[in-house]
């Protein structure tokens, strides 16, 4: 792309911290979300879900369903395919065949066995009481390991694992051979959940005059409608995905949701009626996917010197019943994590397991928080066994600027790794902590110390890092597209099926194209996200609106700029070339009395001249150059209670090489979310399953953070500038959390001694970690 | 079933209401008058997302019966900015960049309101304590605290 | 099958009696509801009836005339959390950051002390402050009115030992003692302001001079029910309060514990948690007694 960017200065509308279009409509409480909508003559659906970890569904009895008043349709998810793929399954006949499986098992406690849809929500509810199942119960198995060496459970028909992979770099036992230092430790995390305010998932279908409408607040709209085309059998033409605004995602509804969108479109079919099917805060906590536990083992070497010779990492990824984002998943944990760091001996072997719990998926991060936790935890105890700053020895080794990683080959264009570190450690007060804390030998004896009131607490700080994709452009289809009409009146509409979960890329994308075309950001109107008005997209997931979204806006903006020029110079009769817009108006910029603005120009083109009457449309469908890197840097400390084991975050720092903030409070915003978000992942947030059942299903029990809960948070916005990306932009949701956890669990090491190694660190996990290392 | 007679003042308006003994009050306000700013994240008074103002106190509700708010006050999203200027609220969270998702808001904006009517000058730490009720998953609280501070100073500014 | 919470009726009683005759005459499936923040929750199937008690006037808080406070039942948490007669005074002053410690703000809006107790959450953050401050429970049933002794409410998890046309109409705290003073602390999972307790403590003791006069400490979550850690008090009747006095005290109290693994701890942490929250009440209560 011609760095078009270059020639609009100074930048009017990108970069400012512009209100987000959609605030308004938020904070007057008229934004309608997919709870609140409301079709006349809707049914309503509930799920019959399976009490049993894994059985067969033998035989249905809904004679008594059907009396009760109100019932309308009662379908077996036996009759409805489920999606065990993603959208990278959609690339040929061949993988579509792996896309979808229909069956009459269950595989966790939960998963859909029928669907009802009635009048309204008691009549469902009252039939799903009254229906009788009868299973042939199965041998289940919980424990990915167990699952591993039990061949007489079989999850699947291929048996329970899900994929395998074996990556050898180098040669290992000669890495290791040069090592000073080798460390090893077992990690172990937990289950996540993305638990969005708005809950998991409501959706509403509509089958009438042979064309199927869906709203669903699916990250993916063009996907889903594929996957509805291809399931119903219809011209993805006769179908439309309709986007409502979304309380929330994280990667929860990168796909569809298991049991939601297909279940309901399937019922609307049978209706002819529209149905509304809305799962409870426990059906979202307890049914829906969430982040794949890892447990990894894991051993690195490094020389005296600094450098990383070897790395050996073993994953077990618990998939679940079911896989949907998986193989993907793990793909991202060996690309962020071997692609990181320059570790010339390196294997990474993982196998994805099937168990019978609620199925894992796509979760900010994909992947590279499970592997970070490890990675991160790694560099940080080769640091300090060496006697080295963990910053100077991350800096050491890591994949900067013009390198290629070894798995995806990506090359790193933009780099900002470095000034994230030095901004991050500088805002923390790293370098004065060091240099007044207390040699680790004294420490240990601190450790073991008995405590006595609040002089048992315990400060520390730590650090993590990491890299993170922007886009899937090398490991999926990975479209954006846009159209820009320029109107009579010199206003703007943008076609776009960005996904905006609340992020704020509708804005942003918003703020690309006022720029690009010269007008004010309120002159641009975004398109609702509708697969019936706006172009391919692949929708929101690996932080990649801002960037593809970016691109594809910035692409068609320019298109339309430069017919605008044509048609301006036409006008004014003079050439293009001379020829630019700025605050709504075409100017010669070296004739200033040259100019028409936008309005004149138009009316004269749409219906001024009557030979010519056409609009102006620019557009572009189509992919990325790259998939740059965003490295971050998180940086957090800590106070540890060692008579309670309770760890109090006090203060966060995330630093992120954005490439360019096109919205600076949004990019803010990201950051103090995520870095909450992982602050939770560290300590608080996992699922309990205790015989297959999630036994946290609710805020009660599964505890996020609340307002009083969270620490001091410091973002840092770092641009590098990236030379592929809209104005210099890269991604940014995904990274803002990664490394949360691992910068706790190095700043608990360094406040205690003890190196925490499994996810949650809980009070009671701290307090055992304590006595453990309290009798060596 | 008997259905108990409801009066209540609704966003400054007086309705009359015959509702059943198991509805709760955001079954009425979301069902019944059509407050979908009103939103329900849980059922169980943990998420804050069905937060209204009754006789000027947060509640959340979900956790009332529609038939205990009789005789009540109550105050949605949907009044604060009735007369169709917003709340100095409102607008610090849409200046502030307060707002991602959306789904919080509107309870969130009650609980701070239910605070700075009773204390125009509040702390940090009583603006967190004030909406530790009310969950966000998206901002991390950060900009909500500031635009509540925000709003807190141009209220004593108007005050003035 | 299930037929979820589905009361036929609902009254709201304007009167004491009236509430006390709508239960008995209903029996059976009558319940009473308050602030709703625990019923609400639990949306109890066998429900026939709702009786509310929220308009029986139980919202006021008076000092009596020997110098004891009654509380009525359906004072809220946030009113109790904020009332400047009891933040601070002696032996109440443990009921005022109870319930400060209490659920959300929303909830705390709503929940009512009588509900609180009534319920018999062995977690429940007021009642482990009112057993502390040894208070008697009024109640109000049919021809009866008994004032029962706090640690004679609990029966077990969710039971109490209040006849189902039984309500409760109010508490009555002792008047606060020269030298007292109490504290109140609850553990819950870190990083976390709003949660149940993992293990709570409320403890009472009266100090002349140095010497311990009086002593009461409560614990939650550590039991079938809210309870009593009778021989760490008696313990310290009579000792001079030392930091090792005070530790040995939170020894035994953990002792005294009879805890269960659930979901937010296991049972022997929280014994360990005992010791640790009783002995760090314990110090917090007695640098009130000397301030």
Redesign the interface.
């Known amino acids: 792309m011609t760095p078009l960017e270059t020639t609009i200065a100074p930048l009017k509308v990108v970069g400012t911290?512009a209100?987000?279009i959609?605030?308004?409509?938020?904070?007057?409480?008229?934004?309608?979300?997919a709870?609140?909508l409301n079709l006349e003559g809707m049914l309503h659906a509930r799920i019959l879900r399976s009490p049993h970890p894994h059985a067969r569904v033998i035989s249905i009895d809904a004679s008594r369903a059907w009396k009760v008043p109100g019932v309308r349709v009662i379908l077996p998810a036996g009759e409805v395919p489920r999606v065990v793929g993603t959208w990278f399954n959609l690339r040929s006949e061949k993988e579509i065949k792996k896309l979808f499986m229909q069956d009459d098992k269950v595989r966790f406690v939960g998963d859909p066995v029928l669907a009802v849809a009635a009048e309204n929500e008691e009549a469902a509810a009252e039939a799903l009481d009254v229906i009788n199942v009868e299973y042939e119960v199965l041998p289940h198995v919980f424990d990915p390991f167990e699952a591993l060496a039990r061949d007489d459970i079989k999850i699947h028909a291929r048996g329970n694992v899900g994929f395998h992979v074996l990556k050898e770099y180098g040669d290992l036992e000669q890495g290791f051979a040069q090592a000073d230092v080798v460390v090893e430790h077992r990690y172990v995390t937990s289950k996540q959940k993305?638990?969005?305010?708005?809950?998991c998932a409501t959706c509403i279908a509509d089958y009438s005059s042979g064309r199927l409408t869906l709203w669903s607040a699916s990250q993916v709209p063009h996907w889903v409608l594929m996957y509805l085309g291809l399931t119903h059998n219809l011209p993805v033409s006769r179908i439309r995905v309709i986007r409502p605004?979304?309380?929330?995602a994280?990667g929860s509804r990168a796909g569809v949701v298991p049991g939601s969108e297909l279940m309901c479109t399937f019922l609307a079919r049978k209706a002819g009626r529209p149905v509304r099917l809305a799962f409870?805060?426990e059906e979202d906590f307890s049914t829906t996917e969430s982040r794949h536990p890892f447990t990894i083992d894991m051993r690195s070497g490094v020389t005296r010197d600094g450098l990383l010779v070897a790395a050996d990492a073993h994953i077990v990824m618990d998939v679940g019943g079911y896989g949907t984002h998986f193989v993907s998943v793990l793909a991202d944990a060996l690309g962020t994590g071997v692609g990181f760091y320059r570790v010339p001996n390196y294997r990474f072997e993982g196998t994805c397991v099937f168990t019978n719990k609620v199925l894992g998926g796509a979760f900010r991060g994909y992947g590279n928080p499970q592997f970070n936790f490890a990675q991160e935890q790694q560099i940080d105890a080769l640091a300090e066994a060496i006697g080295m700053d963990p910053i100077e020895l991350r800096i050491k080794n890591y994949r900067g600027a013009g390198e290629v990683d070894p798995v995806f080959g990506v090359q790193v264009g933009s780099d900002g790794f470095k000034e994230c570190l030095w901004r991050g450690a500088e805002a923390i007060g790293w370098k004065g902590w060091r240099e007044r804390k207390p040699a680790p030998a004294a420490l240990e004896t601190a450790g073991n110390a008995t405590p006595s009131g609040v002089s048992g607490i315990k400060r520390g700080i730590g650090l993590a890092a990491h890299q993170h994709g922007t886009g899937a452009r090398f490991g999926l289809p990975d479209p954006s597209s846009a159209i820009v009409m320029v109107n009579v009146d010199g206003s703007i509409d943008l076609l776009t099926a960005c996904a905006d979960?609340?992020?704020?890329n509708r804005t942003v994308l918003a703020q690309i194209a006022a720029e690009v075309l010269g007008v004010r950001l309120e002159d641009v109107t975004v398109s609702d996200t509708d697969t019936a008005v706006a172009p391919l997209d692949a929708g929101t997931h690996g932080s990649r609106q801002t960037y593809c979204g970016g691109v594809a806006v910035m692409r068609a903006a320019a298109d339309a700029r430069a017919k605008v020029l044509d048609l301006a110079a036409e006008y004014l009769g003079t050439s293009a070339s001379r020829l630019t817009i700025t605050d709504g108006a075409v100017r010669d910029a070296e004739a200033p009395d040259t100019s028409v603005d936008l309005p004149t120009l138009m009316r004269h083109f749409q219906v001024g001249d009557f030979s010519r009457c056409h609009q102006v449309i620019g557009s572009e469908s189509g992919v990325t150059e790259a998939q740059p890197p965003v490295f971050g840097a998180t940086f957090a400390e800590v106070e540890v209670d060692t008579e309670t084991g309770q760890v109090k975050v006090v203060k966060m720092v995330g630093a992120f090489d954005i490439g360019a903030a096109i919205n600076p409070?949004?990019c803010?915003?990201q950051?103090?979310?995520?870095?909450?978000?992982g602050v939770g992942y560290a300590l608080t947030e996992g699922l309990i399953i205790e015989e297959g059942r999630v036994v946290n299903p609710?805020?009660?029990d599964y505890k996020?953070l609340?307002?009083?809960?969270?620490p001091e948070?410091i973002p840092v916005l770092v641009e590098s500038h990236e030379p592929t990306g809209p104005f210099g932009a890269k991604g940014l949701g995904e990274a803002t959390m990664i490394s949360s956890a691992a910068a706790i669990a190095n700043a608990v090491h360094d406040a205690i001694g003890v190196r925490m190694c499994e996810l949650c660190i809980t009070p009671e996990r701290i307090l055992t970690a304590l006595q453990e290392s309290q009798q060596r | 079933?008997?259905a108990?007679r409801v009066s209540m003042v609704v966003n400054g308006a007086r309705r009359e209401l015959l509702v059943e003994?198991?509805e709760?009050l955001v079954d009425i306000l979301?069902g019944r008058l059509g407050?979908?700013?009103?939103?329900?994240?849980?059922?169980?008074?943990?998420?804050?997302?069905c937060?209204v103002l009754?006789d000027g106190?947060?509640?959340?509700s979900?956790?009332?019966?529609a038939?205990?708010a009789?005789g009540c006050e109550i105050l949605?999203?949907?009044g604060?900015?009735a007369e169709g200027t917003?709340h100095p609220l409102?607008e610090a969270?849409?200046?502030?960049?307060a707002?991602?998702?959306?789904?919080?808001?509107?309870g969130m904006?009650l609980?701070a309101k239910?605070l700075l009517d009773r204390e125009l000058d509040p702390s940090e730490?009583a603006?967190?304590?004030?909406?530790?009720?009310?969950?966000?998953?998206?901002?991390?609280?950060?900009?909500?605290?500031k635009a509540i501070l925000a709003a807190a100073r141009q209220m004593r500014e108007d005050a003035r | 099958m299930t037929r979820g919470?589905?009361?036929?009726?609902?009254a709201?009683p304007q009167s004491v009696e009236e509430a006390v005759r709508l239960l008995v005459d209903h029996g059976p499936g009558a319940g009473v509801?308050a602030?709703?923040?625990d019923l609400?929750?639990r949306r109890p199937e066998e429900l026939e009836l709702?009786v509310?008690v929220?308009r029986l006037g139980l919202d006021g808080v008076e000092e009596e005339e020997r110098g004891g406070l009654r509380v009525g039942a359906c004072v809220t948490a946030?009113a109790l959390e904020e009332d400047v007669r009891v933040v601070g005074r002696g032996c109440w002053g443990v009921l005022s950051e109870a319930a400060a410690a209490l659920?959300?703000?929303?909830?705390r809006?709503?929940a009512t002390l009588g509900g609180n107790l009534s319920n018999g959450s062995p977690a429940a953050d007021l009642a482990v402050a009112v057993l502390a401050a040894e208070g008697k429970v009024e109640t109000a049933g049919s021809g009866i009115r008994r004032f029962i002794p706090i640690e004679k409410l609990f029966r077990g998890p969710g039971q109490t030992c209040l006849h189902p046309d039984e309500i409760v109409v109010a508490v009555h705290l002792p008047p606060p003692q020269v030298g007292e003073a109490g504290a109140f602390l609850k553990l819950r999972r870190h990083q976390t302001?709003?949660d149940i307790a993992t293990v709570s403590t409320a403890v009472v003791v009266r100090m002349e001079g140095g010497e311990c006069r009086h002593a009461r400490i409560a614990l939650g979550a550590v039991a079938g029910t809210p309870m009593l850690a009778t021989e760490a008090a008696s313990f310290l009747t009579g000792k001079e309060l030392t930091a090792d006095v005070v530790r040995q005290a939170g020894e035994i109290a953990a002792r005294e514990a009879r805890p269960i693994d659930d979901i937010r701890a296991s049972a022997s942490y929280r014994r360990q948690m005992v010791a640790v929250l009783v002995r760090r009440a314990l110090e917090t209560a007695w640098g009130r007694c000397r301030a």
Do not use: W
């Open positions: 911290r209100v987000r959609d605030a308004v409509d938020k904070a007057t409480g008229h934004a309608r979300f709870p609140d993305h638990a969005s305010l708005e809950p605004y979304v309380g929330g994280f409870s805060r979960d609340g992020q704020g409070a949004h803010e915003g950051i103090t979310g995520g870095l909450t978000m609710g805020f009660r996020v609340r307002a009083d809960d969270v948070l | 079933m008997t108990s003994p198991h709760r979301r407050l979908l700013g009103v939103k329900e994240g849980c059922g169980e008074g943990e998420c804050g997302t937060t009754l106190k947060a509640v959340s979900c956790l009332m019966l038939a205990q009789d949605t999203i949907e604060l900015s917003l409102q969270f849409i200046r502030e960049a707002i991602q998702c959306g789904y919080c808001t509107p904006i609980a239910a730490g603006v967190r304590r004030a909406i530790s009720g009310n969950i966000c998953r998206c901002t991390g609280y950060d900009k909500p605290v | 919470f589905a009361p036929e009726e609902y709201a509801i602030g709703g923040t609400l929750v709702l509310d929220s946030a659920g959300t703000p929303t909830v809006n709503r302001a709003v």
